[in-house]
């Protein structure tokens, strides 16, 4: 079975810095392109991060550009999100999502973790 | 990356058919044939519908299906039932490991 649990959510002040990390199982995670995806309260899905296998490239929205880093170990079977100069606007839950094989489509999501930026 | 447009909301009763739209550019939905559809419940984590446009995940009812014209995509709701009341997202590629996703649109079974 594919599972992705992520964690290392939490309260953070404007400014603030936080590592999330998500940890995969029941797949080759070595395999598969893997992102990260938020949704504010209330909202939509907004794409955030993705990180290719084999040659680890990284992608970024917009948004979190120059503050976000995605990295993986994938001896540890992990993606990490490291989210530096947070914003008010980057309050949100984050999943963790694998990337079809195909690169097609996301097909598995974790649960996510809560985000909060606040003063 | 602006994101792809949707309908805020819209309904059916039982057994009737519902279409949703989701209305990109020539640099999302209409340059690549990577078109996904999420439904959501709330509170729950988001599920594969539809990818490729037209495909559907193994144990996705045949009820749903999909489509592309130019820039716009939709999902198509067969026999509604009432368990198909949920948000759904579209989603495209916008560029190389990048993706776009609707605003969403929450679909009301009546």
């Known amino acids: 079975e594919v599972l992705l649990v992520e964690s290392g959510g939490g309260l953070v002040k404007p400014g603030g810095s936080l590592g999330l990390s998500c940890t995969a199982s029941g797949f080759s995670f070595s395999a598969y392109n893997m992102n990260w995806v938020r949704q504010a309260p209330g909202k939509g899905l907004e794409w955030v991060s993705s990180m290719t296998r084999g040659t680890g490239k990284t992608y970024y929205a917009d948004s979190v550009k120059g503050r976000f880093t995605v990295s993986r170990d994938n001896a540890k079977n992990s993606l990490f999100l490291q989210m530096n100069s947070l914003r008010v606007d980057d309050t949100a839950l984050y999943f963790c999502?694998?990337?079809?094989?195909?690169?097609?489509?996301?097909?598995?999501w974790g649960q996510g973790t809560p985000v909060t930026v606040s003063s | 990356q602006s994101a792809l447009t949707q309908p805020r909301s819209v309904s059916g009763s039982p057994g009737q058919s519902v279409t949703i739209s989701c209305t990109g550019t020539s640099s999302d939905v209409g340059a690549y044939n990577y078109v996904s559809w999420y439904q959501q419940h709330p509170g729950k984590v988001p599920k594969l519908m539809i990818y490729?446009?037209?495909k559907r995940p193994s144990g996705v009812p045949d009820r749903f299906s999909g489509s592309k014209s130019g820039n716009t995509a939709s999902l198509t709701i067969s026999g509604l039932q009432a368990e198909d009341e949920a948000d759904y997202f579209c989603c495209s590629h916008a560029g190389t490991y990048t993706w776009v996703f609707g605003g969403g649109t929450k679909l009301t079974v009546l």
């Open positions: 490729d446009v037209t």
């Open positions: 999502a694998r990337e079809q094989i195909t690169g097609s489509a996301l097909d598995y």
